[in-house]
């Protein structure tokens, strides 16, 4: 076997430009699984690290009240103390349900102003279960929450504008804020900034740009109407693994609360948003590894046809070795190892390209949050398939050659 191993090469160095023509086929196969795998694999772990930083032991619900595009048979849904209540009585697996209002106002310091800032009223943990990070400074204290104090905890970017000098705890910032029409004169409200959070920017919360305020300190600068609607909840529960059966019982509960309106919430997560990204990814994945796949199986078209016409060129050598008393199984052996020594090698220098490539489209084209990284099982998969192909579509030219007639060989 090895010997028949040594003949091939030996074959290939004697027709390079055929050798170089079926490896072609082989090579840009392999190169596309690769490369399709290893994509998938490192936005899928770039998707797996963003979700990791989201809390999947948060869902968020949402009211249509009011909106007469998803009006139902029954009532609308208020977001109120008596909904919380009674949602967190029904549920025992809820741990809290968070409220926040947020309106826009211009941050001002000294000469300095960030125009349309969101200003964000949250209620006491809601930071924290979303584990947000302080870069330096302290949360609000229990006190602050329950007196609505006028205070402020900022994101780093608000910090960097407003605070280029550096430490930002301690000094104040100005809104003017709006409490009645228009054209009435803002009224003037001066922040203590007690901290800095670190970066944080998912799809329920972003921290960068944000300036988070005590939600009772919101309600009193808010206009009544204003202060009073809540159009959205963060629902925390204590184990992420109960979020699917969570969500059922949440709608469940609002449906029966409304009076039969299935439409009274809206019902998301993180875990959602994850499985819906993943299945995305997935038969994206599928489709494009199907349509390398049909590159590797033209490529295998191409070596079975250069096979034929190889058998055909040495039909008086398959002559001579047979007259010499080589069995049928042996030439059969010589072509199969020669077919596959030519995938072999075409699978070989496919996956070093693919991960080439797939290096170099990660590194030019994504995000530098995401990072390469190479699906080695794809691979092996792929290389795996290359030698496969070369073995069945080199069986037929194998089992041509092994039936020649020598004499008949001989005497062409």
């Not at 936005?43 to 249509?64: A, H």
């Not at 430490?167 to 709006?178: C, S, W």
């Not at 995938?343 to 030019?364: A, C, D, E």
């Amino acid at each position: 076997m090895f010997e028949d191993f040594i003949n091939a090469l030996h074959n290939f160095r004697t027709n390079k430009m055929r050798t170089l023509l079926s490896l072609l086929g082989i090579v840009i196969g392999v190169t596309s699984v690769i490369i399709v795998t290893s994509l998938a694999s490192s936005l899928s772990n770039s998707m797996i690290k963003e979700f990791e930083e989201f809390s999947m032991d948060i869902i968020n619900i949402g009211t249509q009240m009011d909106n007469p595009e998803f009006a139902g048979e029954g009532k609308s849904i208020k977001f109120d103390e008596a909904f919380r209540k009674k949602l967190m009585q029904k549920i025992p697996e809820i741990k809290h349900v968070f409220y926040s209002n947020t309106f826009q106002a211009s941050i001002i310091r000294n000469d300095l102003r960030i125009e349309f800032s969101d200003i964000e009223g949250i209620e006491a943990e809601r930071l924290e279960s979303h584990r947000v990070v302080m870069d330096y400074g302290s949360f609000f204290s229990s006190s602050d929450y329950s007196t609505g104090a006028e205070k402020a905890i900022i994101g780093d970017r608000i910090a960097f504008q407003l605070f280029p000098e550096g430490r930002a705890v301690g000094k104040f910032i100005t809104l003017p804020i709006r409490s009645g029409s228009e054209n009435s004169p803002p009224h003037i409200v001066r922040l203590q900034v007690i901290g800095v959070v670190k970066p944080k920017n998912t799809w329920v919360l972003r921290t960068s740009d944000a300036v988070f305020v005590p939600r009772k300190f919101a309600l009193r600068k808010l206009p009544g109407k204003i202060a009073e609607t809540v159009w959205s909840a963060e629902v925390a529960i204590s184990d992420p693994k109960d979020s699917s059966n969570v969500e059922v019982k949440i709608q469940d509960f609002s449906e029966e609360l409304s009076g039969g309106n299935r439409f009274a919430i809206w019902v998301y997560s993180a875990r959602q948003q994850f499985e819906q990204m993943t299945k995305i990814t997935g038969m994206v994945s599928l489709v494009l590894s199907a349509i390398a796949g049909i590159s590797l199986l033209v490529g295998g078209i191409g070596i079975m046809n250069i096979m034929l016409v190889t058998v055909t060129e040495r039909r008086r050598e398959i002559g001579i070795r047979k007259a010499l008393g080589a069995t049928g199984g042996a030439i059969r052996m010589q072509f199969l190892i020669e077919s596959a020594s030519l995938t072999l090698t075409g699978g070989l220098i496919g996956i070093v390209l693919g991960l080439l490539i797939s290096k170099l489209i990660v590194n030019v084209f994504f995000p530098p949050e995401i990072i390469f990284l190479p699906n080695f099982s794809g691979s092996l998969i792929a290389f795996s398939v290359s030698v496969c192909t070369g073995i069945f579509f080199g069986l037929h030219p194998a089992i041509k050659a092994a039936r020649l007639d020598p004499v008949l060989a001989l005497a062409e």
